[in-house]
């Protein structure tokens, strides 16, 4: 686990940290062909995504469905499909780890993600349906489309190679980001709050998500028609109260945002005040994590829309963005900055030998970084100096500036460590990081210890959730929770669609059917990862699946044009 832990953050820093060096930092080459790319999109086609959301809406609601036009499933049903992909865990847990790591202003960057990802959403939705190809397979589908038809077929056949590569890193992004880290999340959350097995709900999750997804594109589509709009109704009905509740709080709290955007005092895991490019990274990458706009997964989805107005299922998809980012991201940030507990420190079990233990140093501007597992950790009445390096109480340590290495839970130092979960007997001995254990002066081991931790990912928000309804009662992290489960299931359901028609893609109908059964097991591997090995792999396919991606949206884009011009010039909602 230590080898591919260590394979996967060098893998995420050269995709998300190589790029250009602006005032002594670095702006990631995916961040600038991210947000370039939807810049450029927004300029060329005329700010549609605020002039054509109105229609979008309108379309969506089935006003002017024709059952005889080709496609699997309705307009609404396309894009309740793609929600299910899109609204979920990084709603959730997304945002949480982008406001852990990159502060309140990472949501500011989430903004301007979603608002230029609308531009993007559009014209890939709108490619796809354009090149979209209907035929019959083994698994009773009748459309296949996504951005590997529209890279060949709007391009030509010379660019089938980028097209292939866009296929084959999608269908990996869809075992990890739309399935591994789903599955992690849920896990997760169920463990922290029933202390289950995660092997155990992986297991069960695994089972609802192959009972569905055997069943091909219109059983998805079925499902998700109800999941979708329950999961995020319930979600945002809960948000919604506790925003109420606090209304004197939001407009101060989107203030604070809108400041660290742009002087960021860092997440509490950050690097350090004023590190503006971290905090938009995270919010970048949590962003696109969030919304998947010019990432190439939804537009497979709208592409077995029923239309023959390419258009018309593009302008659907400019709600994705809205609806995910700048309304749900934009309350789970809300309540978990305005409760206070991004920042708040809880009593926590620390898992020796796995879960979100981490080892941390300090850094020069005092924040801290990962680092190597030392050999031992020594702690005397709760307090731990890295022995392994030969420190001691004072930090003057090799391994770092200004207290050597720490046990830490999601990279964040644990102050003290006891023996009990009252945290009435400070522990005393020996941390051994090659076999989980802890060994007392005494003798006694221990595989666990206690101390105050802060949290992120989807127990951060759940925690939000239950301080926001606490006056109501002790339910708020249960309703977090069933929205987790809920969430987590939609979305790997939706992201094995995507998945499949890559496999069908490069290997043909034949291998629908074995991509499946893979993605199920899959599915169980991401529940029992711990969680930042199984956020950072997904980003790391993510970011290598957008270039292919976004460079065909640039050179198509001139077809993006023409066509919106021409549909609504000839606005055939009227004249059906």
Request: glycine share 14%.
């Amino acid at each position: 686990m230590e080898a591919l832990q260590s394979l996967v953050e060098t893998l995420n820093f050269y995709i998300w940290s190589f790029g250009i060096p602006v005032g002594g930092q670095t702006i990631p080459l995916v961040v600038l062909a991210l947000l370039g790319a939807g810049v450029f999109l927004t300029l060329r086609l005329g700010f549609v995504q605020l002039r054509r959301l109105g229609h979008g809406a309108a379309v969506a609601t089935g006003r002017y469905d024709d059952p005889d036009d080709p496609g699997d499933v309705s307009h609404f049903q396309a894009l309740s499909t793609a929600l299910s992909a899109t609204v979920g865990i990084g709603n959730i847990g997304g945002v949480a780890i982008a406001i852990h790591w990159g502060g309140p202003g990472a949501l500011f960057w989430m903004w301007i993600t979603a608002l230029l990802g609308m531009a993007t959403k559009f014209a890939e939705v709108t490619l796809a349906q354009r090149y979209r190809q209907v035929e019959e397979d083994e698994g009773g589908n009748t459309v296949a489309g996504g951005p590997m038809y529209y890279i060949e077929r709007g391009l030509g056949p010379s660019w089938r190679p980028m097209a292939l590569l866009f296929a084959i890193m999608l269908g990996l992004t869809a075992f990890l980001t739309g399935n591994g880290v789903q599955a992690n999340t849920v896990a997760d959350t169920i463990e922290a709050v029933f202390a289950i097995d995660p092997a155990i709900t992986g297991a069960v999750t695994a089972a609802l998500v192959a009972a569905v997804i055997l069943g091909g594109i219109r059983r998805i589509g079925r499902v998700t028609a109800v999941l979708a709009p329950a999961m995020a109704l319930l979600y945002v009905a809960g948000a919604s109260i506790i925003l109420v509740m606090n209304a004197g709080q939001i407009l101060p709290t989107l203030g604070l945002v809108v400041r660290e955007a742009f002087q960021p005092s860092a997440g509490v895991a950050g690097t350090g005040v004023g590190a503006i490019l971290v905090t938009m990274m995270w919010g970048v990458k949590r962003g696109l994590f969030s919304n998947e706009a010019g990432q190439g997964s939804a537009p497979i989805a709208h592409a077995a829309a029923k239309t023959d107005e390419p258009v018309s299922e593009g302008v659907v998809a400019l709600l994705e963005p809205f609806i995910d980012t700048i309304i749900i991201c934009t309350m789970t940030a809300l309540v978990i900055v305005m409760t206070g507990v991004w920042t708040e420190r809880v009593s926590t079990e620390v898992t020796l030998g796995g879960g979100d233990v981490a080892w941390v140093t300090a850094t020069a501007d005092g924040g801290w970084e990962p680092t190597s597992e030392p050999a031992s950790v020594s702690v005397e009445d709760g307090t731990q100096f890295d022995g392994g390096l030969g420190g001691g109480l004072d930090g003057a340590t090799s391994g770092g500036t200004g207290g050597g290495t720490r046990v830490a839970w999601h990279d964040v130092p644990v102050e003290r460590l006891y023996e009990d979960e009252a945290k009435s007997r400070p522990f005393s001995g020996v941390i051994d990081p090659k076999t989980g254990q802890a060994t007392a002066h005494d003798g006694t081991t221990h595989a666990s210890l206690w101390g105050d931790a802060v949290e992120s990912g989807a127990p951060l928000t759940m925690l939000g959730f239950q301080r926001g309804l606490s006056p109501l009662g002790d339910f708020g992290h249960y309703v977090v929770l069933l929205c987790v489960l809920l969430f987590g299931i939609s979305t790997a359901i939706s992201w094995s669609y995507y998945g499949d028609r890559c496999a069908h893609y490069v290997l043909g109908a034949k291998a629908v059917l074995p991509y499946r059964v893979v993605f199920v097991g899959m599915h169980f591997m991401g529940a029992v990862l711990p969680l930042k090995v199984a956020w950072e792999l997904g980003d790391v396919m993510m970011g290598i699946v957008i270039l292919p991606n976004l460079i065909a949206l640039v050179l198509l884009s001139p077809q993006v044009a023409e066509m919106t011009r021409d549909y609504f010039r000839r606005k055939p909602w009227q004249n059906p």
